[in-house]
């Protein structure tokens, strides 16, 4: 990705793949008593993300092409110039998914994109309580 192999990047994903990026939202342990009373709705018991959330990507096959296609027409002005990352990925969990051939993988990660003299942001996805920053 770094040496913007977009193309390359896009083979070693099959046909079915679902790239999805929870988003993040503060879950209260059902021991909190301070929230009870202004919110009980917000207690959950496991503090993973549903799938049916809102994601900050849920990107298939046919998206994630359309995206590299847009970089190769010269107007995907916000990397004219190009974006520097740096990646940290941390905490992978690898455990088998439904299908016998799959596996469903977890991370933590943290991205930190610059461009320009004076732009730059944070992405993060952490199961301690990271979130998008810019």
Same mark, same amino acid.
């Given at each position: 990705?770094?040496?913007?192999?977009?193309?390359?990047?896009?083979?070693?994903?099959?046909?079915?793949?679902?790239?999805?990026?929870?988003?993040?939202?503060?879950?209260?342990?059902?021991?909190?008593? =301070?929230? &009870?009373?202004?919110? /009980?709705? !917000?207690?959950?018991?496991?503090?993973?993300?549903?799938? %049916? +959330?809102? *994601?900050?990507?849920?990107?298939?096959?046919?998206?994630?092409?359309?995206?590299?296609?847009?970089?190769?027409?010269?107007? =995907?002005? &916000?990397?004219?110039? /190009?974006? !520097?990352?740096?990646?940290?990925?941390?905490?992978?969990? %690898? +455990?088998? *998914?439904?299908?016998?051939?799959?596996?469903?993988?977890?991370?933590?990660?943290?991205?930190?994109?610059?461009?320009?003299?004076?732009?730059?942001?944070?992405?993060?996805?952490?199961?301690?309580?990271?979130?998008?920053?810019?």
């Amino acid at each position: 990705m770094d040496e913007r192999g977009f193309y390359e990047w896009l083979e070693l994903f099959t046909e079915e793949v679902r790239y999805w990026m929870a988003g993040r939202r503060n879950r209260y342990p059902k021991s909190s008593k =301070a929230i &009870a009373m202004a919110d /009980p709705d !917000r207690y959950v018991v496991e503090d993973s993300t549903e799938d %049916v +959330e809102l *994601a900050i990507l849920d990107e298939n096959k046919h998206t994630l092409s359309a995206r590299v296609a847009r970089l190769d027409t010269g107007m =995907a002005w &916000a990397e004219d110039p /190009p974006s !520097r990352t740096r990646h940290l990925l941390a905490n992978i969990e %690898v +455990e088998p *998914a439904d299908a016998e051939s799959e596996l469903a993988v977890h991370s933590n990660f943290i991205v930190y994109r610059s461009r320009s003299e004076t732009e730059q942001g944070f992405l993060c996805r952490c199961k301690t309580g990271c979130a998008a920053a810019d």
